[in-house]
């Protein structure tokens, strides 16, 4: 007896790989599902406390209730508890001599100098609109798509004559949502991500229909515990990184793994969903088309890590502080209030850019040191928290192979996404592309990793069915 034939193959048990896989099983489709790691769910990581509940997420963390309704629903189905993220008290603002300024959520704050006030607000305003404009839409083939990819978001910034102090506010957005300073992104593309998120203020806000709006008390990782008991039992297979793709005369494609017993799988269809920075270590035959190629090579992390530290009291909220703080001259540009009730106290702190760089560069000791003065500083007027500290814990991704080295989502540079990005999404043959960086809904966040993979799947189904109908009429 042969191999078997597969209706499809899906490479990654991320989030968008288990939803593509669950499309299939929907549609009675045979399918296979392979994992390079010896564990499910790609960059969602959830540390796990004695008791069993969520110590730390330290892949993706949050959904919400309203705009990212695929996530909510895939919550309710699977029978998890929400918790809403805490926005009572004030913000605070780590100036660039240290001092602090403190205002309400959901206001601006206020500078000493009215001009830096209107600066930062105006920025914000215009990423806002940008992002949030139909007319033409951000996604819109035009001039304006052009001369935005055309420049960094740090030109942008500059261009737009803002004080010193808002171009670091923007920096800030930078640093937390992708890791990178604004001279390493195109303009375009960090309001196009900001577009898929809903807009600037959308995608930063912890309210209600924000992206940091909900947390899941189980952790995120019982997403991708929950969805594989949807699947036929032996449809997954761990520990088996792909080497090669390869696509046949006949129609088929055969796809190599490797490791101590390399085995080849034979599909009509083929679904990647793997970072693309990862294309590269597999050998596509043919080769990948240039229109495809001249993007990937150039999709890139920035430095982005999350230390997660636990407390056995949540000290700022007497403070009357909610533990959302952002800084100008880090080491930690955002903090976030990540407790889970008042017997889990837990601050997230989110390092990027080069401030990331930087802080990364000391020992074990000296980052966790680093990190604790500051949260000293901005939480407890200076007082000396460790005897506060329970557990510290950091993000593995910029060590992590299969994930590409980065999170949580790859950039690009000035120039390439304005003409690329069709290219970059498009299928080549029988393979199709899906991953949460190739979603215009939602990019970066599960959402946008659940419906990529339901919309790469549901390509592939269309182009069996017409396959299928051609073959019935001959």
């Known amino acids: 007896m042969g191999d078997p034939l597969y209706d499809v193959v899906v490479v990654g048990a991320g989030l968008s790989g288990l939803q593509a896989a669950l499309t299939f099983d929907r549609e009675g489709l045979s399918y296979l599902v392979l994992e390079a790691r010896d564990r499910l769910g790609g960059r969602t990581l959830t540390s796990q406390s004695n008791a069993g509940s969520a110590k730390a997420e330290l892949g993706a963390a949050w959904i919400n209730d309203t705009n990212q309704s695929r996530m909510w629903e895939l919550a309710q189905d699977l029978g998890l508890h929400t918790y809403v993220q805490n926005t009572k008290g004030d913000v605070v603002v780590q100036d660039f001599e240290g001092k602090l300024v403190t205002f309400p959520y959901g206001e601006a704050p206020k500078y000493p100098s009215d001009n830096d006030t209107e600066s930062c607000i105006s920025i ?149 969903s793997i970072p693309t920075p990862l294309y590269k270590t597999i050998k596509f035959s043919p080769p990948l088309p240039a229109s495809k190629t001249a993007v990937v090579n150039r999709t890139k992390y920035g430095f982005y890590t999350k230390y997660i530290i636990t407390f056995n009291k949540a000290f700022w909220t007497g403070r009357q502080l909610c533990g959302l703080a952002q800084s100008f001259i880090g080491p930690v540009s955002v903090f976030r209030d990540t407790s889970l009730g008042d017997d889990h106290a837990a601050i997230t702190c989110f390092l990027g850019g080069s401030f990331g760089r930087k802080w990364a560069s000391q020992t074990t000791e000296g980052k966790k040191t680093s990190i604790l003065k500051q949260i000293s500083h901005i939480f407890a007027d200076g007082q000396d928290i460790s005897d506060f500290v329970v557990d510290a814990v950091e993000s593995p991704w910029m060590e992590e192979e299969f994930s590409g080295w980065g999170c949580p989502c790859a950039h690009l540079a000035p120039g390439v996404l304005a003409d690329g990005w069709d290219g970059l999404c498009a299928p080549v043959g029988n393979v199709h592309f899906v991953g949460t960086e190739l979603s215009r809904v939602w990019r970066g966040y599960m959402e946008g990793a659940v419906r990529s993979g339901e919309s790469g799947a549901l390509q592939a189904i269309t182009d069996l069915k017409a396959r299928e109908s051609q073959s019935a009429k001959l």
């Open 124 to 272: 914000r305003d215009l990423v806002e609109h940008l992002s949030t404009t139909q007319s033409p839409s951000i996604f819109s083939a035009g001039p304006h798509r052009e001369r935005l990819d055309s420049i960094s978001f740090e030109t942008f910034l500059r261009e737009s004559n803002l004080t010193t102090k808002a171009i670091a506010t923007a920096q800030v957005w930078t640093h937390a949502m992708l890791g990178v300073d604004p001279s390493e992104v195109s303009a375009l593309y960090f309001i196009e991500y900001c577009a898929a998120g809903g807009g600037l203020m959308t995608m930063r806000s912890d309210a209600m229909g924000g992206g940091q709006y909900l947390r899941i008390r189980e952790g995120t990782s019982a997403f991708s515990e929950g969805l594989p008991k949807k699947l036929r039992s032996g449809s997954i297979k761990l520990n088996s990184p792909i080497t090669e793709i390869s696509q046949q005369p006949d129609g088929t494609v055969s796809i190599t793994t490797r490791g101590p017993s390399p085995q080849t799988y034979f599909a009509r269809k083929v679904i990647v």
